[in-house]
T-cell receptor
């Protein structure tokens, strides 16, 4: 158990819908990262927040947005869902913003878009 | 960030050492070598990282060549639970923010 929690574990929805994935970082970690893992694209970085501030951005679609709240939990919002958005979404956390400290990954949310 | 090259897959007998190579010939002086692994659909797990010197922790050892163009992750006594995809990542320390860029990794199969 990494100490990072993600809810829900599974999510099934229809095309065009909007969903929110939630992540609670390990106690004491200020940085949160979101990754997407699909069969054809592999593990891809989406976005990073540190203490509420966006710090790094990957190839995150405009239909996707994220935020980190004052209590440090983070939410990833996916809208106008398409079939290709079906994937495992992982959240990770670390103490600092820089990368020379390990990232601890949560168990993931499996999103299925029908 | 430097590109890394890993074999697609490897097999290892249970109880033997698993040696996973990684090539990072274009690595720059401030880039660290990180290893993570992912056991079937679970979240990736940090294993070890290093800059120049060899490193060891309770999970593994990391051997980095003197020219830093390649490295080897060693699992000293592989068990069936070590079957996973292993990712080698070369990355500099971005104090402001950074990201892990995962390649295809090496599928390690530990067999009894």
């Amino acid at each position: 158990d990494s100490g990072v929690t993600q809810t829900p574990k599974h999510l099934i929805t229809a095309t065009g819908q909007r969903v929110t994935l939630r992540c609670s970082p390990r106690s004491g970690d200020l940085s949160v990262y979101w990754y997407q893992q699909s069969l054809d694209q592999g593990l891809q970085f989406l976005i990073q927040y540190y203490n509420g501030e966006e710090r790094a951005k990957g190839n995150i679609l405009e239909r996707f947005s994220a935020q980190q709240f004052p209590d440090l939990h983070s939410e990833l919002n996916l809208s106008s869902l398409e079939l290709g958005d079906s994937a495992l979404y992982f959240c990770a956390s670390s103490v600092r913003a820089g990368v020379v400290n390990e990232q601890f990954f949560g168990p993931g949310t499996r999103l299925t878009v029908l | 960030d430097a590109k890394t090259t890993q074999p697609t897959s490897m097999d290892c007998a249970e109880g033997r050492a698993a040696n996973l190579p990684c090539n990072h010939s274009t690595i720059s002086g401030n880039e660290y070598v990180y290893w993570y692994r992912q056991i079937h659909s679970q979240g990736p797990q940090y294993i070890i990282h290093g800059l120049k010197n060899n490193e060891t922790n309770e999970m593994a050892s990391l051997i980095i060549t003197e020219d830093r163009k390649s490295s080897t992750l060693i699992l000293p006594h592989a068990t069936l639970r070590d079957t996973a995809v292993y990712y080698c990542i070369a990355l500099s320390d971005g104090e402001y923010g950074n990201k892990l860029v995962f390649g295809a990794g090496t599928i390690l199969r530990v067999k009894s």
